[in-house]
């Protein structure tokens, strides 16, 4: 008797754009506590992350004080419950729900919408 398996695989997807989803990466990819940068279709950069307890992020990869494209390779943290990203130049921290820089409230970064698929 052969017995088949059916492997399902999780992915991660951003939306660029309303009503438009870009697949990232499979799910299984990203380490808790440390980001990854993806190229988008338009040759932009964001950078993904997924926190200790699960939850993903996806917000520029574009740190808007050096315009470096270096936040996904910044420090997870949290201030006040809010989780946040340090940039590992100047070390200004970006809320990861908002985008909101926390040391200075006059500078955003752009925030992505996130889901997680299942595909068979």
């Not at 520029?60 to 004080?65: E, I, L």
């Not at 500078?107 to 996130?114: D, E």
């Amino acid at each position: 008797m052969t017995t088949l398996t059916t492997l399902t695989t999780t992915t991660l997807e951003i939306s660029p754009d309303p009503g438009s989803w870009v697949t990232v990466c499979e799910e299984a990819r990203l380490t808790p506590g440390r980001g990854v940068a993806a190229l988008l279709p338009d040759g932009r950069q964001v950078a993904v992350f997924r926190d200790r307890s699960g939850r993903t992020y996806a917000i520029d990869n574009r740190d808007p004080f050096t315009g470096a494209q270096v936040l996904s390779r910044g420090l997870l943290g949290s201030a006040e419950g809010r989780p946040f990203v340090a940039s590992p130049l100047l070390k200004q921290r970006f809320d990861l729900e908002t985008g909101r820089c926390l040391d200075d409230d006059e500078v955003t970064v752009t925030v992505f919408p996130v889901r997680v698929t299942s595909h068979v």
